[in-house]
């Protein structure tokens, strides 16, 4: 006699992974689902963070492409609570995969955190989850996103998107949001960024073929040319002006003035 491996069992299909080159920088456990956020970078950093999401069903180990998602991220302070500038949560081309975007101000410490609140709708009923996340200041330090008063008196939010720069004339994007309380921060349209960047370690020289960012209705940001002219740090002065073309916030850089007050920075 010999023994042999046949079997009439049904073998189980393992489903691929489609966010598996991502880092999973989450999973909420809540309502017998398990709610996974992944994510390009590997933390949820001030600034832009672009977020996907699988739901997954514990009871048949399946996700969820039916799905109906919201989100509320909520950083509670010592004294007060706010929300942050946020996309709604759309599908995706994979029908178990769900995206949006966050735009953190500040970074949690011991005593203040952020809280991501969530609303998911499945076959008619709806579910509610909230997890406490870890927001953290940027690896390299670099400024990328500026919450500031404009000369309006309407608070803003300025965020880089996430680029990787070359010697060379690169695509540059950035968002922009107004505070209208401490939950709602609405998209702001038909503005201008102006942009002058310089290297303060080399002379505080500038680049040439630079374009000033304007808004972009199809892709909902405002869009322009950086000119890196070679490695290393550069800071991206920026003046923010409005539908008039008055000055929201931001100098120009002379020889007097060696740096606007609203600014980005990058280092390759």
């Known amino acids: 006699m010999s023994c042999t491996d ?24 809540a309502n017998n689902h398990s709610i996974e956020l992944y994510s390009e970078q590997e933390q949820f950093t001030i600034g832009y963070n672009e977020l996907f999401i699988r739901i997954k069903d514990e009871a ?3 996700y969820v492409s039916d799905a109906n998602i919201s989100w509320n991220p909520v950083m509670h302070m010592t004294e007060m609570m706010h929300s942050c500038p946020k996309s709604e949560v759309s599908k995706t081309e994979n029908a178990s995969v769900y995206k949006g975007s966050s735009i953190f101000q500040m970074p949690g410490n011991a005593d203040e955190y952020w809280e991501l609140n969530l609303e998911y709708t499945i076959a008619g009923q709806t579910y509610n989850a909230t997890e406490r996340i870890e927001v953290k200041a940027p690896v390299d330090g670099k400024k990328r996103v500026s919450v500031f008063m404009g000369t309006d008196e309407t608070r803003y939010v300025l965020a880089m998107m996430p680029m990787k720069p070359e010697v060379a004339v690169n695509d540059f994007s950035a968002v922009l949001f107004k505070m209208e309380n401490m939950m709602t921060f609405p998209a702001v349209e038909d503005y201008k960024i102006m942009i002058d960047p310089r290297m303060p370690g080399m002379g ?11 808004y972009d209705p199809a892709s909902k940001m405002y869009n322009g040319k950086l000119s890196l002219t070679m490695t ?13 073309d008055e000055v ?15 600014f980005f920075e990058i280092e390759f």
Not at 204 to 214: A, F, R
Not at 232 to 244: A, E, Q, S, T, V
Request: without cysteine; negative net charge.
């Open 6 to 29: 046949d079997s009439d069992d049904p073998i189980p299909i393992v489903e691929e992974n489609p966010l598996a080159e991502y880092t999973m920088l989450k999973a909420v456990k």
């Open 60 to 62: 048949s180990e399946s």
């Open 204 to 214: 505080n020289h500038g680049s040439p073929n630079n374009e000033d960012l304007t």
């Open 232 to 244: 290393g740090y550069w800071k991206i002065n920026l003046k923010l002006l409005n539908d008039n």
């Open 248 to 262: 929201l916030k931001g100098e120009d850089v002379t020889e007097e003035n060696e740096a606007s007050s609203l």
